[in-house]
């Protein structure tokens, strides 16, 4: 570089010692100093064309000017530190932003699954066609059902059955509560399901006289063996069955998020229920495969009259629509769009500094092709400049993404997304971002070399000199650039506005208690001990009078129920309607105390009594939505519900299989909190032993009586724990989790949003400004007032924010209905969310345009006229 | 070789180049002859040898003295003219002379050649 740096010098030196004999020469002749100084360089020619001529000659004059683009061009981006700043914030967060998002996508929806054809594994479902797809959905299959399945549906490779529970796992003093599935014996062979370590369970493992084996999921073997290797041959309690651990399955595997497999072993019991999946046959539509199913369904049917609804479909149901939430997954879509527009925004903010940085550049390069620049030198300036913008701006979305999709998993609520996904990069999106934003950078880059080339130098170095008013050309560009983005980012207060106002009702959700006064805890008893007959029930019993004891607490129950969702069992119910088939119902347990607790309202009827669930009745409350199939809270009353199998025993231990409806509640949500009710019926606690929650209400705050209720327990029963004690408050925050994600998420892309717009208004106006300095100048020297020159200048940024905020608005009516499903009943044309969202892009933009409009009004008239 | 390139790049100025390359080159080599001579000293030379019919352009010659410099028939070192004026002189390399010899050449069978066809009734004489 030095080299060069001295060659130059030597140039330079060289020619100004011809020019100065040249000069010197004509002095002798007798010219005067001047004139011949004159004539001296007249004659030189143009020295910088020379320089550059030589310079050619040496050769290295292509990287040696291309450096002094890089030079320039970086002298250029940092003397426009804010502008250059603001563009490359504004292309990375667009760039990373929309790539975190498809990569969050793309992990979570599109190819969760390691499994190898994991795109054609269903699960298999009796839908029951006079009920909604959720209330009419049949899970599990029984063991005779499965076999005829597998017998008869040819369009399938082949199926697995699962089913899951919570056991503990180690010894009495230490154990642990994990989720236990157990799984045909061919599953992992079927699945495609390696072991990391060891050996898979395999279909000999299956045998009723082989050995009971069991394998680790990868996170269990971490968290409870400490990723020991030796664990593989060593003997595990296992729901107080001694089993060896033959395997541990790779990190992504996560069947049935399953801390646990153990393999199903011998002839499955008759009552016994399985989730089913299969596979299909490559290139078999499953419209196809649901035909055959149903079929198969229909032949099942006289065989089990009773576990087949009148008009009903046995489908196929993929499954990773089944584990990925519907409504998360309509989130991710919906934050996909976010981005998308949040990219768009970014590019056309930078589009318009762009542009008007092209327009302010028109008089240097004007002069630069007064002097001898060539066009494409000129072009090629311009390129360079572009493309260190754009380069600056791709590194920042680069480590943008990189971070985001590092950090957004962590984030991500627990439950909605596939266990086995793995959130990554796409290279794809990020060039497609990356490609899109370097793109609008070089084009708009080049606008000023475009705006030379139509209008001439000697315009733009004419026009932009004096500052006059007219309309420049590239101003409809910018003004519908401007335009757009008040469109846009309205759209995206407008949809966080929605989803704010939707979660804030949520929040406030039709509950029939305050969820903060309610604490709830499900009790775990350890494997080996209060085995005896009846021995936890009468835990629980005295725990609960406990409870009721306590100072403050106004009731207490046990119940199976929680809102807004619990472990359930739904069972087909025969209403004792003619002509009617059974009905999904959710089965539950409760005690006397559950209305006072959780607040049930009761529609007709009563609630038990005390005596109703000490002597086990065989009574029933119901749920409105269940009534409704039986025409009314009134007419339900009194009527006799036929229970599909005798899984409940009264006191004496006789079997019950009709049960009496005593009352009707209103509904509470038991599904979701977003999903509507399904029938419901409660039978007292009494009359079937099952895993029960207890509950208790208090005036205050229910967390305050935690340690009180660890105590109590303690005191009573050694050695029980709980498997969850939290409020009631706290096991929604996990039903809101996803919506609050979403919220965050759009809420934050809708502040960047904004804020690129008012950066974007903000340049646009004051670019303005800038441009009529002289004009404004010559009004005030003429004697306009102050206000009418505020007018002058906000007259234009109120009329495109105006526009803007009209198109934002109808795109929004338009877009807010694919926002629909996660706002529960609220309507996308919420006027309040509408008007806020108006409201807040209003006052910021106006505060855009205000400030230069005042900076307007500051302009020195004397000044700016002597200045000409 | 690059004449194609430059006039991308500087349409105006290079066509200049192009017209006079060979001859420049010729030119100069000539004018060096009798020793190494600046820049100025060069246009000057020629412009008195041939009675100022033939001015010499700036942005002509240092190209063309740069690119003889390269082609190693020139070299080049600063000197102090008799003004005390600090100038890069050049001079003729060897292979510079004989690069000289082989224009000289090739000028003289050039002017024949064309001056057979400009003049076709005077025959082989010398311009």
């Not at chain 1, 007249?42 to 030079?71: C, I, M, P, T």
């Not at chain 1, 390696?194 to 369970?201: E, N, Q, T």
């Not at chain 2, 002859?33 to 041939?50: D, F, N």
Request: proline letters at 5%.
């Amino acid at each position: 570089m030095r080299w060069r740096r001295r060659r130059q010098q030597g140039l330079e030196e060289e020619l100004a010692a011809h020019l100065d004999m040249a000069i010197a020469d004509r002095i002798e002749r007798g010219e005067p100093p001047e004139e011949a100084e004159s004539n001296a360089l007249r004659e030189f020619g143009n020295r910088l064309l020379v320089k550059e001529s030589v310079r050619y000659v040496w050769g290295w004059q292509l990287a040696e000017s291309l450096a002094q683009d890089l030079h320039f061009g970086g002298r250029v981006l940092c003397k426009a530190r804010g502008f250059t700043v603001l563009a490359v914030l504004a292309l990375s967060l667009g760039i990373g932003a929309a790539t975190v998002m498809f990569g969050v996508l793309d992990g979570v929806l599109l190819n969760p699954f390691p499994y190898p054809n994991a795109d054609r594994l269903v699960a298999l479902s009796v839908f029951d066609l006079d009920q909604s797809a959720e209330a009419g959905r049949r899970w599990t299959l029984s063991a005779a059902e499965q076999r005829e399945f597998e017998e008869g549906a040819s369009l399938f490779e082949g199926f697995v059955a699962c089913d899951t529970r919570r056991t503990l796992l180690g010894e009495a003093d230490n154990p642990h509560w994990v989720k236990l599935v157990t799984v045909s014996p061919n599953t992992f062979a079927f699945i495609g399901i390696p072991a990391k370590l060891g050996r898979v369970i395999q279909i000999s493992d299956g045998r009723s006289d082989a050995p009971p084996v069991a394998m680790l999921s990868e996170l269990a073997w971490r968290k409870y063996f400490g990723a020991d290797p030796s664990v593989i041959g060593r003997a595990v309690t296992l729901n107080q069955q001694q089993r060896t651990i033959v395997g541990i399955a790779p990190k992504r595997y996560a069947w049935w998020t399953a801390d646990v497999w153990i393999p199903q072993q011998g002839a499955a019991n008759a009552q016994a229920e399985f989730a089913v999946q299969g596979r299909l046959k490559p290139g078999v539509r499953i419209a196809q495969a649901n035909e055959q199913l149903t079929a198969i369904g229909a032949r099942l049917k006289s065989i089990y009259p009773e576990r087949y609804p009148k008009r009903f479909q046995v489908r196929g149901v993929y499954c990773i629509d089944d584990i990925v939430h519907t409504p998360f997954r309509r989130t991710l879509f919906t934050l996909l769009g976010a981005v998308g527009l949040l990219l768009l925004i970014a590019c056309s903010n930078v589009a318009n500094m762009l542009l008007s940085r092209a327009t302010v550049r028109q008089r240097e390069i004007g002069l630069r092709m007064v002097i001898g620049a060539g066009r494409l030198r000129i072009l090629r300036q311009l390129l360079v400049e572009s493309t260190l913008l754009a380069l600056l701006s791709t590194t920042g979305g680069v480590a943008l993404a990189y971070g985001g999709i590092h950090l957004l998993p962590a984030i991500v609520p627990p439950n909605t997304i596939a266990e086995e996904s793995v959130v990554d990069l796409n290279p794809s999106v990020l060039l497609f971002a990356l490609g899109i934003s370097a793109m609008t950078v070089v084009l708009f880059g080049l606008a000023p070399a475009w705006q030379i080339t139509r209008r001439g130098w000697g315009e733009a170095l004419r026009g932009s000199a004096k500052g006059s008013a007219g309309r420049h050309p590239g101003t409809w560009l910018r003004d519908l650039l401007v335009i757009a983005q008040v469109g846009i980012a309205l759209v995206l207060l407008v949809g966080a506005g929605l989803l704010a106002r939707s979660f804030i009702r949520s929040l406030k959700i039709d509950l029939p208690v305050n969820p903060r006064s309610v604490a709830v805890a499900f009790p775990a008893f350890p494997p080996n001990s209060y085995n005896a007959q009846g021995q936890r029930e009468s835990v629980i019993s005295e725990y609960v009078n406990r409870l009721r004891a306590l100072p403050g607490v106004k009731a207490a129950t046990r119940t199976s129920e929680i809102p807004p969702h619990s472990w359930n069992m739904i069972v087909p119910l025969d209403i004792g309607i003619p002509g009617r088939s059974s009905v999904q119902t959710m089965f539950h347990t409760a005690d006397w105390g559950a209305q006072a607790t959780l607040g049930y309202r009761l529609l007709a009827g009563r609630w038990f009594t005390k005596e109703d669930v000490a002597a086990a009745r065989p009574l029933a409350v119901i749920n409105q939505s269940l009534a409704r199939a039986m025409h009314s809270p009134a007419e339900a009353l009194g009527r006799q519900i036929r229970l599909p199998r005798t899984a409940i025993k009264d006191v004496r231990g006789r079997a019950i299989d009709t049960v009496q409806v005593i009352g009707v509640i209103a509904d509470t949500p038991n599904q979701s909190l977003r999903q509507l009710p399904m029938p419901m019926l409660q039978v007292p606690s009494t009359l079937t032993p099952r895993d029960e929650w207890v509950a208790l209400r208090v005036a205050g705050d229910a967390t305050a009586m935690i340690p009180a209720m660890q105590r109590e327990m303690a005191s009573i029963a050694p050695g029980v724990s709980f498997y969850w004690i939290d409020s009631f408050q706290a096991s929604l925050e996990e039903e809101l989790a996803s919506q609050r994600f979403a919220l965050w998420l759009l809420g934050i892309f809708a502040s960047i949003g904004t804020m690129l717009l008012i950066t974007g208004l903000y340049g646009v106006m004051s670019y303005a400004v800038a441009q009529r300095t002289y004009e404004l100048g010559v009004r005030i020297a003429l004697g306009a007032s102050a206000s009418n020159i505020f007018k002058v200048i906000t007259a234009r940024g109120l009329a495109l924010i105006a526009s803007g905020v009209f198109i934002g608005a109808i795109a929004s009516l338009a877009l807010s209905r694919m926002l629909q499903s996660q706002l529960g009943d609220m309507s996308p044309a919420d006027p309040l969310a509408y008007l806020a969202a108006g409201a807040l892009l209003l006052t910021t933009a106006l505060l855009a345009i205000l400030i230069p409009g005042a900076r307007a009004l500051r302009i020195s008239p004397a000044r700016v006229l002597r200045h000409e | 070789m690059h004449g194609c390139r430059i006039s991308t790049a500087m349409p105006d100025y290079q066509n200049r180049i192009e017209l006079l390359q060979g001859t420049l080159d010729l030119l100069i080599l000539q004018t060096l002859r009798l020793g190494p001579l600046h820049g100025y000293a060069i246009t000057q030379s020629i412009r008195a040898e041939s009675a100022d019919v033939l001015q010499v352009d700036t942005g002509s010659l240092y190209p063309a003295l740069h690119r003889l410099e390269k082609k190693r028939w020139l070299k080049a070192s600063w000197g102090l003219t008799d003004n005390k004026q600090r100038a890069r002189f050049y001079e003729l390399t060897a292979a510079g002379r004989k690069q000289l010899a082989l224009e000289q050449a090739r000028w003289v069978r050039l002017v024949e050649a064309i001056g057979r066809i400009v003049t076709p009734s005077v025959e082989s004489e010398q311009v």
